[in-house]
């Protein structure tokens, strides 16, 4: 039986992925950050006992700050394939904890490789790895992006995944290690936290549709992004460590919109305004930003056949039918008598 491990099992492509390995058979090991409150509701769905003896998905507490640890996981599941997606994944964050970002997002990286590197060594079993890397290391360069274009970062985030990624260019070129970087545009979900712009957006505007706010604030409404959807992201980590040669790979839909346009898809599809809603606050402006992303995957399509199957009309319509039965469940709550808040509200 195939054995993965995954970092940022909890994180929104982990729970995706998970599905996925699951599905093809695998066991699936992820790695669980200690928290002071559960963190685990995108794969508890997928929870077996693992005293069942038909479990195949397992959980090890473990962070990508601690080698360490890192390294006894990896000892102990002795798995076949690695997806490394654990990361401080959000860009305005890194600018208030850069030091924080790159010590996960590049330092975290290299323990990981370096933990890899030394079990493959002592076993000689095979252990290839992804390394989810992302369009923000494009950052200033301008569209369309493909994996020739050069890297220009602008942020702590950006740059800290750079370092990830010419890490794994050199651990395969210097030690021969089966080791590919997927370069991922935008890709959100029904499961993108709730603090990315499209989430923030489809959250906010169902939460107006039935009067639970009145107001979403945010920043630049002019930058444009490559979104698709998580669940066609995936299958593209999967298939680029089937090949018998590992590569980097840029994963795109190929087309971009503004978040204005975002924006009016999601209130159009709720027959909203959303002029009369949306305010523009500068603390969500960035101190650099990305202005306009859109990713060039004819080299995925070509020697892998990915190709996404979620367009934005479809990204859309799922992440608002999903956000309206969440705030129609608020609002009978409410109605009830209920005092409810949504989760994560104050870090929104
Ligand atoms: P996400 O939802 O923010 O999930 C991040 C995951 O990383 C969570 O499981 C989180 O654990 C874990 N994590 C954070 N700090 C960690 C640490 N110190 N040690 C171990 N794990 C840690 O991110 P995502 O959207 O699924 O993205 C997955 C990966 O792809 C990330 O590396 C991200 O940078 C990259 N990426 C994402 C996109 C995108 O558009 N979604 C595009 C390109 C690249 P907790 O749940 O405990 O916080
Ligand atoms: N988060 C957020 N909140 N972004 C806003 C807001 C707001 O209120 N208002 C405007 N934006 C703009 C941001 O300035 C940015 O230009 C765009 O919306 C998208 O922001 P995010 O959804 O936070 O995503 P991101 O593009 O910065 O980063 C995401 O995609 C990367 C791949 O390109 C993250 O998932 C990264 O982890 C990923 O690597």
Redesign the pocket.
């Given at each position: 039986m195939p054995r993965a491990l995954i970092t940022g099992v909890t994180g929104?492509d982990g729970s995706y992925l998970t599905e996925l390995l699951l599905g093809l058979g695998y066991e699936v090991h992820g790695l669980i950050r200690r928290a002071s409150t559960f963190n685990t509701d995108r794969i508890d769905h997928l929870y077996q006992d693992p005293h069942a003896p038909d479990a195949r998905l397992f959980l090890h507490f473990a962070d990508l700050t601690d080698g360490t640890g890192l390294r006894q996981v990896l000892e102990e599941v002795q798995p076949h394939e690695v997806y490394n997606l654990g990361?401080q994944?959000?860009?305005?964050v890194s600018f208030k904890q850069p030091e924080y970002t790159a010590d996960v997002d590049g330092l975290g990286t290299l323990r990981l490789l370096e933990a890899i590197r030394d079990v493959q060594g002592r076993t000689s079993d095979v252990i290839r790895l992804y390394q989810?890397?992302?369009?923000?290391m494009f950052g200033g360069s301008p569209p369309p992006q493909s994996e020739t274009t050069p890297f220009y970062p602008r942020?702590p985030?950006?740059a800290a995944?750079v370092m990830a990624h010419h890490l794994v260019v050199n651990y395969r070129e210097a030690y021969g290690l089966h080791m590919s970087n997927g370069i991922?545009?935008?890709?959100?979900s029904e499961r993108?936290?709730e603090?990315?712009?499209?989430?923030?957006i489809t959250r906010a505007a169902t939460r107006i549709k039935l009067g639970l706010q009145e107001v979403l604030?945010?920043?630049?409404?002019?930058?444009?992004?490559?979104w698709g959807h998580a669940e066609d992201y995936v299958r593209a980590m999967h298939l680029m460590l089937q090949q018998d040669e590992p590569d980097d790979y840029v994963i795109a839909t190929g087309e971009s919109h503004t978040?204005r346009a975002f924006v009016e898809r999601v209130f159009a599809a709720l027959e909203l305004d959303w002029e009369r809603y949306v305010r523009i606050?500068p603390r969500?402006?960035?101190p650099t930003?990305?202005?306009a992303?859109r990713g060039d995957a004819r080299k995925a399509t070509e020697r892998l056949g990915w190709t996404p199957v979620v367009g934005v009309d479809e990204l859309v319509r799922r992440m608002v039918a999903n956000d309206l039965e969440l705030a129609h469940q608020e609002r009978t709550l409410r109605d009830a008598g209920h005092v409810v808040a949504p989760r994560g509200l104050a870090s929104a």
């Open positions: 929104q990361a994944s959000h860009v305005a989810a890397g992302t369009s923000e942020s985030y950006g995944k991922l545009f935008n890709h959100e993108r936290g603090t990315f712009v499209t989430r923030k604030y945010l920043g630049n409404l002019d930058a444009e992004r490559d978040v606050d969500y402006h960035r930003e990305v202005d992303l």
